[in-house]
Structure formats: structure tokens, C-alpha cells
């Protein structure tokens, strides 16, 4: 499935505008603040409820109006609408009918966006990271988000309980099932990683010669000692109650990125970092069995032209329905005249 039409209304700076797409690759052009982001934004929106760029609805809504909507329709007929309005609840429609959870939004298009905040991944605390295996999961294993939610309101009980420092035996219930819903999210997040790797090695071996690896921390045992969680949890309750939450435990995940055994962030250049997280994105996609939706903003900043080559010699062996932002098209469109495409000018 792909998209086939997409119409925007009062989006930041785009008031009204309808485009018609390629199914495979569509560019789009534009100057600084012509609103190539926005047109991303607006397809992000209908594949997750939300903006890549903020949680709030003003910024989104254009000025002196008080509600902006977004519907597309796809290749094989189906609809998909938003509309986030500053003084109602959003409205999301998929097929005519009332979509009640971003779950349906995601299942119906997944969206992979490589935003210029993309770096935040590798400067940014695990939770970031973290989501990145919750995504790859959410579209792999039906289970893993019913599983994810149970344990965030355990947890949440269990820092509720920590708040009031409540009497150790009020504890004991809570912290047998965080440890046992922790052992499934591991087993789930141990074994997609295992794939991740694998494929991540394949695809950044296309893209680039550096020498990068990607590790698991499932949240608790940093040394591998398989010490169990719930013996972790009896020790740092002390220390939990200092804190006010719970330390240890799959909350604290991440994905650990290094180059020759150094952290990534301080041996690798921003263009480096940029093409080790594109290649952990399509890996996931690979992993995901189904075609996805690209957002990719401002690709060509950062990106040699060797870098950018083999990035679209991949682009176009993959599944999937690309949409590119940039400035020119000079520095994209030569390496797409071979390909079939779409160019939308956002400058007229």
C-alpha cells in the first residue's frame, strides 16, 4: 500500500495544498521555510497521531486559524484523515470510520522519519534509543505492546509505592511482576535485537566502510552476572526510595552504539552518524516484512556524494514509498534520472 493523494490544510505555513505521488520516490524541493518539513509533518501525522517536531497542536495550526486537517487516500482505495483542532479533541478517521488509538494509525501506515534531530538518537539518554526497539517491536510482535503497557502500570505502581514510602511488604506483590513481565520483555527485545544486528551489519556494509557495532542493555545486570531482576530490586530498594523510582529494570533499555570501541558521538563526524543511523532504520524495516513509508528531511546535508551514491543504490532495492526533502534539486535529481520519480516544487 502506498500513498496516492494527499491533501493539507492550515499546516504551519502550508493553508491549502493537494499533491498526487509516485508510488515509489517523490522529491520534494524547496527554500528554507517553503515547508518541505511541514509536508513531511503532515504524512507523519497520519501514520502516529503526533508531529515529529512537537506534542503540542498551536505550533501546528496555522496562524489566525483554529484547526488544521490532513486526509490522504492510498493506491488500493482506503482513506486516512486528522484533524487537530486548538479548541476540540483531534479527530482521526481511517476509512470514514473514528480511529480511537495511534496503534491503527501506525499499523495502517508506519512511518520511518530521518529528521535533522535524527543525531538526538546517539546525544540523547536511552530512552530515545529505547524507542527504537519499541517501534521494531510494536510491527513485529503483536503481543509487545499489550506486554509494554502492563508493565509501565506496574511500574507505575511500584513508583507510587516508593513516593510513600510504603512498608517493604507492600512491595513483595509488585516486585514479582515487574520481574516477570521484565524476563518476557526481554525475551522479546533480546531476540529482535539479534536480528537488528545482523541486518544492520548487512546494510551498513552498502552504505559506508566504517567499522561501527551496535550493543543490547536490557536495563538491569550491566555486567552479565544473570543475576536475576527481582534480586536486584530487594538490593536497591534503599536506594529506590532515596530516588523517588525505580532504577533498575527494562525501562532503562538501550542500544549501544561504538565505533573501533569508542563512544560514537565523539569519534564519529555528524555525516558518520547520520549513515549509521540510516542503516539502523532500514534495518528495522527490512525486519518489519512490509512496505513502509520514508520521510527523509534534508537528506543531502551531511552526506558526501559517495555516502549519498550508495545510499540511493540501496533506496532503490528497497520496498516502500520514499518522499526526500531538499533545497535544490541539482544535487538529487541526477541520481534519481534513471528511476522513476516525482518532483513537487514547493518554491511556486
Known amino acids: 500500500m502506498t500513498l496516492a493523494q494527499l491533501q493539507i490544510q492550515n499546516l504551519r505555513n502550508i493553508r491549502s495544498a493537494r499533491y498526487n505521488f509516485h508510488p515509489h520516490l517523490n522529491l520534494i524541493i524547496g527554500a528554507n521555510g517553503s515547508g518541505k518539513t511541514s509536508f513531511l509533518e503532515a504524512i507523519y501525522l497520519l501514520g502516529s497521531g503526533h508531529s515529529f517536531r512537537t506534542r ?6 496555522s496562524h489566525d486559524k483554529d484547526q488544521l486537517t490532513v486526509f490522504a487516500r492510498t493506491n488500493d482505495e482506503q482513506s486516512i484523515s486528522i484533524q487537530k483542532s486548538l479548541t476540540s479533541a483531534t479527530q482521526v ?31 540523547a539518554g536511552p530512552s530515545v534509543r529505547r524507542s527504537l526497539l519499541d ?15 502492563e508493565y509501565k502500570r506496574a511500574l507505575k505502581q511500584r513508583n507510587a509505592l516508593l513516593r510513600q514510602k510504603a512498608q517493604l511488604r507492600y ?30 551489519k548487512r546494510i551498513l556494509q552498502q552504505l559506508t566502510d566504517i567499522d561501527c557495532d551496535i550493543g543490547y542493555y536490557k536495563g538491569w545486570d550491566r555486567k552479565g552476572t544473570n543475576k536475576e531482576l527481582a534480586k536486584i530490586l530487594i538490593e536497591s530498594h534503599d536506594s529506590d526510595l532515596q530516588r523517588q523510582y525505580t532504577h533498575y529494570g527494562p525501562h532503562q533499555a538501550d542500544i549501544l552504539i561504538d565505533s573501533h570501541h569508542l563512544k560514537a558521538k565523539q569519534f564519529l563526524s555528524r555525516g558518520q552518524q547520520k549513515i549509521i543511523l540510516i542503516a539502523i532504520k532500514l534495518a528495522q524495516t527490512v525486519l518489519m516484512g512490509k512496505p513502509c513509508t520514508f520521510l527523509f528531511d534534508d537528506l543531502t546535508a551531511e552526506l558526501d556524494n559517495a555516502h549519498l551514491d550508495r545510499l540511493f543504490e540501496l533506496i532503490f532495492t528497497l520496498e516502500g514509498q520514499f518522499f526526500i526533502t531538499a533545497i535544490n534539486k541539482d544535487s538529487i535529481a541526477i541520481k534519481l534520472s534513471q528511476h522513476p520519480h516525482l518532483i513537487f516544487s514547493l518554491n511556486d
Not at 503540542?56 to 495550526?61: F, G
Not at 517501534?135 to 503497557?149: I, Q, R, T
Open 56 to 61: 503540542e497542536i498551536s505550533p501546528l495550526v
Open 93 to 123: 478517521r481511517l476509512n470514514s470510520y473514528p480511529c480511537q488509538t495511534t496503534s491503527e494509525l501506525a499499523y495502517f501506515l508506519p512511518c520511518q522519519v530521518f529528521y535533522q534531530d535524527l543525531f538526538q538518537i546517539i546525544d
Open 135 to 149: 517501534w521494531g517491536l510494536f510491527h513485529v510482535e503483536p503481543s509487545y505492546h499489550n506486554l509494554l503497557k
Open 171 to 200: 512491595f513483595e506483590p509488585w516486585n514479582k511482576i515487574i520481574s516477570e513481565l521484565a524476563l518476557n520483555l526481554d525475551n522479546f527485545r533480546s531476540g529482535y535485537f539479534s536480528q537488528l544486528q545482523d541486518e544492520f
